[in-house]
């Protein structure tokens, strides 16, 4: 299994968010809202047009531990959300497939992350990519382990500050 590194450098994610944003607009609202919310990848592909349309806070059930999770959206984010969704329905997967319409695979993620990663000179980069990143950025603003503990639902500080690639 390969262990994944939070994107540190706040550089590295604009560089990241540029070289997805020439590829798609899903690509670049994925990474986004990956590296903004903390959650799981499983919870993100899940997410439908009606989970965030004319909203400034997104609520839903973790898949994983079944307890409710919300996240703040930037304003960065809700417009282009608004663009994205406009030829969309509401029932619509934000994350799907054009051939199929079902959200894309976890793989295919892996391999639109990993790819932008080595264009920007990164390695170690893969689907928790983001999740770590989200809890990095927060820890260097809040100092606050706990708060990361519990939302990412971590057995010790120790835990998380390892997930978070701080030891």
Same mark, same amino acid.
């Given at each position: 299994?390969?262990?994944?590194?939070?994107? *540190?450098? =706040?550089?590295?994610?604009? $560089?990241?968010? !540029?070289?997805?944003? @020439?590829?798609?607009?899903?690509?670049?609202? /994925?990474?986004?809202?990956?590296?903004?919310?903390?959650?799981?990848?499983?919870?993100?592909?899940?997410?439908?047009?009606?989970?965030?349309?004319? *909203?400034? =806070?997104?609520?839903?059930? $973790?898949?994983? !531990?079944?307890?409710? @999770?919300?996240?703040?959206?930037?304003?960065? /984010?809700?417009?282009?959300?608004?663009?994205?969704?406009?030829?969309?329905?509401?029932?619509?997967?934000?994350?799907?497939?054009?051939?199929?319409?079902?959200?894309?695979?976890?793989?295919?993620?892996?391999?639109?992350?990993?790819?932008?990663?080595?264009?920007?000179?990164?390695?170690?980069?893969?689907?928790?990519?983001?999740?770590?990143?989200?809890?990095?950025?927060?820890?260097?603003?809040?100092?606050?382990?706990?708060?990361?503990?519990?939302?990412?639902?971590?057995?010790?500080?120790?835990?998380?500050?390892?997930?978070?690639?701080?030891?």
């Amino acid at each position: 299994m390969q262990v994944v590194q939070p994107i *540190k450098d =706040v550089e590295k994610i604009k $560089e990241i968010q !540029t070289i997805l944003k @020439k590829q798609s607009d899903r690509d670049w609202l /994925l990474f986004t809202i990956g590296i903004s919310s903390g959650l799981h990848l499983t919870d993100i592909l899940k997410l439908k047009v009606s989970d965030v349309q004319d *909203k400034t =806070v997104v609520s839903l059930r $973790e898949e994983r !531990t079944g307890k409710m @999770k919300s996240f703040k959206l930037t304003d960065e /984010l809700i417009h282009a959300l608004r663009e994205y969704n406009k030829s969309m329905d509401s029932n619509d997967y934000l994350f799907r497939s054009q051939r199929t319409g079902q959200p894309i695979k976890r793989i295919r993620v892996y391999r639109i992350l990993n790819e932008a990663a080595k264009q920007a000179g990164l390695e170690d980069v893969g689907t928790h990519t983001m999740r770590k990143t989200y809890g990095y950025h927060v820890y260097l603003k809040t100092n606050d382990v706990m708060r990361l503990k519990e939302l990412f639902n971590h057995s010790a500080p120790s835990v998380t500050l390892k997930y978070i690639g701080l030891v």
